[in-house]
């Protein structure tokens, strides 16, 4: 009866799987076929070639999108990182009055949604002249209360006893967050880094209202770029850089899976 | 213990590193926006004026743009003109006037049609007409039409730039194929009706007839070929529009041909918005459906994508009824009013030559806009294009054709965003079988409504009277 069971799970996985896959999966295959075909609605064509993806790479700014992607999820991510981890150290480590009150004050921040934030957050940027730099797209997001947050419950799990061991060895605050606190606490930071990477990669629309040309925009507002309003769109270069656009946020994925993969087995202190 | 933490004392040095190369880099970004704004993606070459456009053209439409740029900076070496596309016509608008007196306002934009009124309302450009009485520009050589649709007061206040007419598009080879009659020049809705009915009945339903777009512009250029106007005051042109004319005999007997061809089972309903657009594209373009109206801009896709031969004729009229003409659609070219005289000087240099025989006939050439320009006719690469594909003189012949009045001038007020929602949202219960004066008084009931708070707080400076 095992193998019963077996081709039973299989099946719902693998059905599962087809439906999670086959949006991405016509994506590639859309990419692969001329315009004129998908605009015939003719997706069995037998006219595949990667010429989509030269005139992508030719014909539009996808290169220049992507490394604007790049530099600003990567500043944002180290700039999270930063900040958040020394505001969370904070919250667990050091005693001070009013902290329990104060750490609930940040959530309450968690609860404004950036939409609310938009327009305040739009008109600091312009008075500073940072419309259209990596500035105005990075600096805003430099701090979250969710990163700060979801670092308080990492470090929270560090024994007391280490703080003490350390204290005992005469470690100053710098070394014993460098030394104890991160390491400790890797694989959160991970996760952390990885999702913050992922959000602002997908970012939308901050950079939509902040940039104003193609040296700082990113992948997602270029893509939309791409699409014509009045007239025709060319599908098949638009779906051919969605799929360019996709493989850094893969790499990054399957980079990370390892650690995502520890940080949900990780619990508890392990002595 | 101890053991431990010197073993996670040792280990991932990386973080320091990664840490101290985070810390220097927020520095320089706290410390150096400037040098970070830098950077662009075309160098301005030395001793050039650089001036910014930004526009709404994309796809086939921006590349033709591109050209006339780079042969306006070939043919002169004081300024550079940079265009930019910064999205639709709507998204554009607003990102105008949210970035005015910022590092990015540009000094020349590109507005549509109906955002006119939204300009004089921000109050932040210079009128057209003063370059043209410095230089004695010949305004005669653009058609009165696109002269009309941005002049208040017969005051020029930008450069019509991109114009458009919506047309009707037929595809020739499937009226052939099931025995259909051409349509006319300047067609009927009964002419049009019969031909959708057939194109279905014939095809046994494999072709769909006919479609309009949930479009507000549509319709509008509908009721203006039965010359009624869109608001109250001469099309908002006399005076601040007081009054939406939404519900109207003209537009209830365009939406009851609309419901009878629906009941006929002759029409497609693809929705609205941009998806809606895509789709009634590709409908067309893979033979799925007869019979769509659009701008004649979208010609140059159909030029280059039907495997089939088209044919474009006006917009229809009621049976009965004289054709009045339409207005025109697209765009014009607003020159910014913050920015030095030398920059608004180099702005206005590049209009001029924007609004060239030469310019204007490879525009029209490129994408299916008109040319504005009475002399492109007569410019090589125009005539010829004609002569190979008489389509081209569609729009332009409609435009001429047109009767002079308000209706064919287009409407001039500031809310055609919101009269666009209610209308769209009126088509949408008619489509599904509403009642026609219900919705489209609801409709207007709404519009009126918001032109009256628009007019309450910012009547002084829409106020062209003033």
Same mark, same amino acid.
């Given at each position: 009866?095992?193998?019963?069971?077996?081709?039973?799970?299989?099946?719902?996985?693998?059905?599962?799987?087809?439906?999670?896959?086959?949006?991405?999966?016509?994506?590639?295959?859309?990419?692969?076929?001329?315009?004129?075909?998908?605009?015939?609605?003719?997706?069995?064509?037998?006219?595949?070639?990667?010429?989509?993806?030269?005139?992508?790479?030719?014909?539009?700014?996808?290169?220049?999108?992507?490394?604007?992607?790049?530099?600003?999820?990567?500043?944002?991510?180290?700039?999270?990182?930063?900040?958040?981890?020394?505001?969370?150290?904070?919250?667990?480590?050091?005693?001070?009055?009013?902290?329990?009150?104060?750490?609930?004050?940040?959530?309450?921040?968690?609860?404004?949604?950036?939409?609310?934030?938009?327009?305040?957050?739009?008109?600091?940027?312009?008075?500073?002249?940072?419309?259209?730099?990596?500035?105005?797209?990075?600096?805003?997001?430099?701090?979250?209360?969710?990163?700060?947050?979801?670092?308080?419950?990492?470090?929270?799990?560090?024994?007391?006893?280490?703080?003490?061991?350390?204290?005992?060895?005469?470690?100053?605050?710098?070394?014993?967050?460098?030394?104890?606190?991160?390491p400790y606490s890797r694989s959160t930071i991970v996760t952390f880094v990885i999702y913050m990477f992922l959000t602002h990669w997908n970012a939308y629309l901050w950079p939509l209202i902040t940039t104003f040309t193609d040296a700082y925009r990113p992948t997602q507002v270029g893509l939309k770029q791409l699409q014509a309003e009045d007239t025709f769109s060319n599908w098949g270069v638009i779906m051919a850089t969605a799929i360019l656009i996709l493989i850094p946020t893969l790499i990054v994925l399957i980079i990370g899976q390892r650690y995502f993969k520890k940080g949900l087995n990780v619990g508890g202190a392990k002595g | 213990m101890i053991t431990m933490i010197q073993a996670l004392f040792k280990v991932r040095r990386i973080f320091f590193v990664g840490l101290a190369a985070g810390l220097i880099m927020i520095c320089g970004l706290l410390q150096l926006p400037g040098v970070v704004q830098a950077g662009k993606s075309v160098p301005v070459p030395a001793g050039r004026t650089e001036i910014t456009f930004w526009h709404a053209m994309n796809g086939p439409n921006e590349k033709v743009l591109q050209k006339i740029v780079a042969q306006f900076n070939q043919k002169q070496h004081k300024y550079w003109v940079t265009p930019i596309y910064e999205g639709s016509y709507g998204l554009l608008q607003s990102k105008y006037t949210n970035t005015l007196h910022s590092n990015v306002?540009?000094?020349?934009?590109?507005?549509?049609?109906?955002?006119?009124?939204?300009?004089?309302?921000?109050?932040?450009?210079?009128?057209?007409?003063?370059?043209?009485?410095?230089?004695?520009?010949?305004?005669?050589?653009?058609?009165? #039409?696109?002269?009309?649709?941005?002049?208040?007061?017969?005051?020029?206040?930008?450069?019509?730039?991109?114009?458009?007419?919506?047309?009707?598009?037929?595809?020739?080879?499937?009226?052939?194929?099931?025995?259909?009659?051409?349509?006319?020049?300047?067609?009927?809705?009964?002419?049009?009706?019969?031909?959708?009915?057939?194109?279905?009945?014939?095809?046994?339903?494999?072709?769909?007839?006919?479609?309009?777009?949930?479009?507000?512009?549509?319709?509008?250029?509908?009721?203006?070929?039965?010359?009624?106007?869109?608001?109250?005051?001469?099309?908002?042109?006399?005076?601040?529009?007081?009054?939406?004319?939404?519900?109207?005999?003209?537009?209830?007997?365009?939406?009851?041909?609309?419901?009878?061809?629906?009941?006929?089972? #002759?029409?497609?309903?693809?929705?609205?918005?941009?998806?809606?657009?895509?789709?009634?594209?590709?409908?067309?373009?893979?033979?799925?459906?007869?019979?769509?109206?659009?701008? #004649?801009?979208?010609?140059?896709?159909?030029?280059?994508?039907?495997?089939?031969?088209?044919?474009?004729?006006?917009?229809?009229?009621?049976?009965?009824?004289?054709?009045?003409?339409?207005?025109?659609?697209?765009?014009?070219?607003?020159?910014?009013?913050?920015?030095?005289?030398?920059?608004?000087?180099?702005?206005?240099?590049?209009?001029?030559?924007?609004?060239?025989?030469?310019?204007?006939?490879?525009?029209?050439?490129?994408?299916?806009?008109?040319?504005?320009?009475?002399?492109?006719?007569?410019?090589?690469?125009?005539?010829?294009?004609?002569?190979?594909?008489?389509?081209?003189?569609?729009?332009?012949?409609?435009?001429?054709?047109?009767?002079?009045?308000?209706?064919?001038?287009?409407?001039?007020?500031?809310?055609?965003?919101?009269?666009?929602?209610?209308?769209?949202?009126?088509?949408?219960?008619?489509?599904?079988?509403?009642?026609?004066?219900?919705?489209?008084?609801?409709?207007?009931?709404?519009?009126?409504?918001?032109?009256?708070?628009?007019?309450?707080?910012?009547?002084?400076?829409?106020?062209?009277?003033?």
């Amino acid at each position: 009866m095992t193998w019963l069971k077996t081709i039973n799970r299989y099946f719902w996985l693998i059905f599962l799987a087809v439906i999670t896959i086959a949006p991405i999966l016509l994506g590639v295959w859309a990419s692969l076929l001329p315009t004129a075909d998908i605009a015939a609605g003719n997706f069995m064509s037998t006219h595949i070639s990667l010429a989509n993806y030269i005139g992508a790479i030719q014909t539009t700014p996808v290169l220049r999108y992507i490394t604007n992607s790049f530099v600003t999820s990567t500043l944002i991510t180290l700039g999270e990182l930063v900040f958040c981890t020394l505001a969370a150290y904070v919250f667990v480590f050091i005693d001070f009055r009013c902290k329990k009150q104060l750490f609930f004050v940040f959530l309450i921040t968690m609860m404004l949604p950036f939409e609310a934030q938009i327009i305040p957050n739009f008109q600091t940027i312009r008075s500073f002249g940072w419309l259209n730099s990596y500035a105005g797209l990075t600096i805003p997001f430099f701090a979250s209360a969710f990163g700060v947050f979801m670092l308080r419950q990492a470090f929270l799990k560090i024994p007391s006893e280490l703080q003490e061991y350390s204290e005992i060895l005469g470690m100053n605050h710098t070394r014993f967050l460098m030394g104890i606190v991160l390491p400790y606490s890797r694989s959160t930071i991970v996760t952390f880094v990885i999702y913050m990477f992922l959000t602002h990669w997908n970012a939308y629309l901050w950079p939509l209202i902040t940039t104003f040309t193609d040296a700082y925009r990113p992948t997602q507002v270029g893509l939309k770029q791409l699409q014509a309003e009045d007239t025709f769109s060319n599908w098949g270069v638009i779906m051919a850089t969605a799929i360019l656009i996709l493989i850094p946020t893969l790499i990054v994925l399957i980079i990370g899976q390892r650690y995502f993969k520890k940080g949900l087995n990780v619990g508890g202190a392990k002595g | 213990m101890i053991t431990m933490i010197q073993a996670l004392f040792k280990v991932r040095r990386i973080f320091f590193v990664g840490l101290a190369a985070g810390l220097i880099m927020i520095c320089g970004l706290l410390q150096l926006p400037g040098v970070v704004q830098a950077g662009k993606s075309v160098p301005v070459p030395a001793g050039r004026t650089e001036i910014t456009f930004w526009h709404a053209m994309n796809g086939p439409n921006e590349k033709v743009l591109q050209k006339i740029v780079a042969q306006f900076n070939q043919k002169q070496h004081k300024y550079w003109v940079t265009p930019i596309y910064e999205g639709s016509y709507g998204l554009l608008q607003s990102k105008y006037t949210n970035t005015l007196h910022s590092n990015v306002t540009p000094a020349l934009v590109q507005i549509d049609q109906g955002n006119g009124a939204a300009m004089i309302g921000i109050d932040n450009y210079v009128p057209m007409q003063k370059f043209i009485d410095r230089d004695h520009f010949d305004t005669g050589q653009i058609y009165p #039409s696109a002269i009309r649709a941005y002049s208040i007061k017969g005051q020029l206040l930008s450069m019509p730039f991109n114009s458009s007419t919506a047309v009707l598009y037929y595809n020739k080879d499937l009226f052939k194929k099931y025995g259909i009659k051409p349509l006319s020049q300047s067609p009927t809705y009964s002419e049009v009706r019969a031909a959708a009915q057939q194109l279905t009945q014939k095809s046994h339903q494999d072709v769909k007839g006919i479609t309009l777009q949930i479009y507000d512009w549509l319709a509008n250029e509908l009721v203006a070929n039965q010359n009624v106007s869109v608001v109250d005051h001469g099309n908002g042109r006399e005076a601040v529009a007081t009054k939406s004319n939404m519900n109207t005999p003209e537009m209830r007997r365009t939406f009851q041909w609309v419901q009878q061809m629906i009941k006929d089972g #002759s029409f497609q309903n693809y929705g609205t918005g941009s998806s809606a657009s895509a789709n009634q594209m590709a409908g067309f373009l893979s033979q799925k459906l007869g019979i769509f109206m659009q701008s #004649s801009a979208a010609m140059s896709s159909i030029n280059k994508s039907a495997k089939f031969h088209y044919g474009v004729c006006y917009m229809p009229h009621p049976d009965g009824v004289k054709a009045n003409g339409v207005a025109i659609g697209g765009a014009s070219l607003w020159i910014t009013k913050e920015k030095d005289k030398a920059i608004q000087e180099g702005a206005w240099q590049f209009v001029k030559y924007a609004a060239s025989p030469v310019a204007q006939a490879q525009w029209q050439v490129g994408t299916g806009y008109i040319a504005n320009n009475k002399r492109s006719l007569q410019v090589p690469v125009l005539a010829k294009a004609i002569a190979k594909n008489p389509n081209l003189k569609v729009p332009v012949d409609q435009l001429l054709g047109a009767q002079q009045n308000a209706a064919s001038a287009g409407p001039f007020y500031a809310n055609v965003a919101d009269a666009a929602r209610y209308l769209q949202i009126a088509e949408q219960q008619i489509y599904a079988g509403g009642n026609i004066a219900t919705a489209l008084a609801t409709a207007q009931k709404q519009t009126n409504q918001a032109i009256a708070q628009t007019n309450q707080t910012s009547y002084d400076l829409l106020n062209f009277n003033r």
